[in-house]
Structures are given as C-alpha cells and as structure tokens.
C-alpha cells in the first residue's frame, strides 16, 4: 500500500471524474473555493495538480483529499487499505450500452450468444482498471436481460492506457471513454461495453448501433456500474480533524443540486466542458431530467446498490480484500449538512 502524503491540513483537496456531479457544479460556479476560504484553507484540485498528486485520484492517500468520481477505484482503494469514509452517494444514469458494426445483425441481448466482447486489459493495478470492470459489468447486466451469462461470450482482450490520468485537458477523450471501438471497427470484436456523453458522439461519427441499451431496463440492478451509484469519499483523517470542511462541502453540493434543478441549460454549458463532448452528446448520454436528482444520499436503496458494485469487483478480482460495507459508511456528515440548508445556514 502507498504511504500516505504527509500533507498539513490548510487545503482542501477535491477530485472528481468528469460527468454530472452536483460537487462538480459547486466547485464551477466557486461556492466550493469560497467555502473553503470561509473555513481558513484553500481549495486544491487535483485534475491541476501534478503527477505526483494526481495519482492520489486513485488511491486515496492523502489526508486532505474529498473524491466523487468513478466507484471502482473507491471501492478498490478501501479494500487496498486506504482510509477513506463513505459520505454520499449519486445517481445519474449516463447513457450505458452494448454497441455493434453497422453491418452486424444482432439486434437484442439474447443475440449476444457466442459473440466475441471487447474487454479492456487490466492496467497498472486493480484501481485503474476500471475500464475493464466497466465493461465487464455492462455485459455481465446485458447477458442477464436474456437469462445469459458471461460464460456464454469470448472475451477479447482489447487495448487500454495502462496508468490514464486525471487532468483538466485529456489528451485523448476518445479512447478515454470508449475501449474497444477501434477493434470493433477493425472486425477483432463483434461488440463493446460504453457509457456516457462522448461515447454517444463516437458512435454517430462512425455509424455503430446499439444492440442493448441498459438505460432502458427498470431494474437500477442491472444498471450498477462504475458510475452508479457514484461514491462521494473522504481521507478519514479529514473527517476526524476537520469535519467543518467535510460538512461545509456537503452542504454547498447540496446547494448546488438545488440550484441545478432550475438550470438546465448552465448544466448541460458546464457538462460539455467536463465531459470534452458537445451538445448533442450531452443532450443523447443524459436522460430527460437528469439535472433534477443530483443530490447526494446515502439511502438504503444506493448503499445497497453500491454493495451489489462492491459484490462484483470482488468476485472478478478487482479488490485486494472484501470488507464490511457499512462501516465504510458515514452518514452524520450528510445529516448534518441537510440539517444546515434546512436551517438556511448555508453560505450564498
């Protein structure tokens, strides 16, 4: 396990993946950096950070640091050792699907038998792997809309960065969000796992259709993935010291999930930016409304949601370790923070 970076507590460190996220629009509109003001600390974002911190997106080593991003690498860094905390949990379906060639004749779940699937490689550890465990995943949930599993598929391992990076500019957003479209359109795969707002772009440049589209199944089980429920994690030593601040940016993502209810249009302005997509990506990955639930909970039905995510990565290899999903969770932060914007106590 990587030490953790010996960082004094007078910043605040945030990271997030780029996709909807209420902490993401807190921090665009700067209610996250003027809180932290507020608090005496300053605000640090590790997508501008350097190498040498970015790194901790992953791993979770460092003391000051505040995640919502992608739940795979959450999961793998606290079964690794890390010291993290569950503080919340989101829900935003981003437009997941199974994708064929424009020529291929499968047309549902059930034609998937025998198929070969685009898997990526594993990476440098079981945290950034998560492309693999995404379309792992994605599969698994589309094989079983036809009573299939993955045992009835080929898996064909396909090409991935092995230590990708968060950074404000992604060198390669295609490749970063859609493994496997290169070896389907070159005929070495008959089908590939993708999510979100750019994949929905890559696939109208290069006429590829979509043979399941899980966004349209009713069963959230069968929609669990890497991005949901998106965890929202916190450096334990964060929270034991300065739970103000754990609180405080709780309390303006709350804010802001608030404010995006009435905002539609400066969400999607916001979303294009973090996504590197445009419009009409945006407008195809995030259903109607999406913008009206990106308040963060740690109900019953997303902490078991996210134990059915944690179930999967353990029994396909991607944790080090299984371990007690609720005493990872932490829910007086949130309940705080909801007690503060009912009380109309939160800075604006």
Sequence with gaps: MTAAVDTALDTLWYT???????????????WLGEAAAEAGVSLGVLQDAGPDLAVRHFDHQLLGLVREGGNVPAIAAHAQGSPTRLIGLTWIDESQAILVGPDSTVAGAADLAGLRIGIPAWAQDQARSFPRAMALHGFANALRLAGLTLADVTAVEVEVERNPQVRSAVRDQRHSTTWGVDELLRGE????YVKG????????????????????????????????PRPITVHAELLESRPDLVVGFLAQSLRAADWAAGNLDRVRDVLARETLSGPEGVAAAYKEGFHLDLHPSLSDERVELIGIQKQFLYTHGFLAADFDLESWVAREPLEQALELLAAGKVPS
Excluded: I
Excluded at 16 to 30: D, F, I, M, Q, Y
Excluded at 189 to 192: F, G, M, P, T
Excluded at 210 to 218: K, M
């Design 189 to 192: 795969v008959d089908a590939v």
């Design 197 to 228: 707002a750019r994949a929905q772009e890559v696939a109208r440049e290069h006429g590829l259709r979509v043979a399941v589209d899980l966004d349209d199944t009713d069963a959230k089980r069968l929609r669990v993935n890497n991005g949901t």
């Design 16 to 30: 997030r993946c780029p996709v909807p996220t209420a902490s993401g629009l807190a921090h665009s509109l700067g």
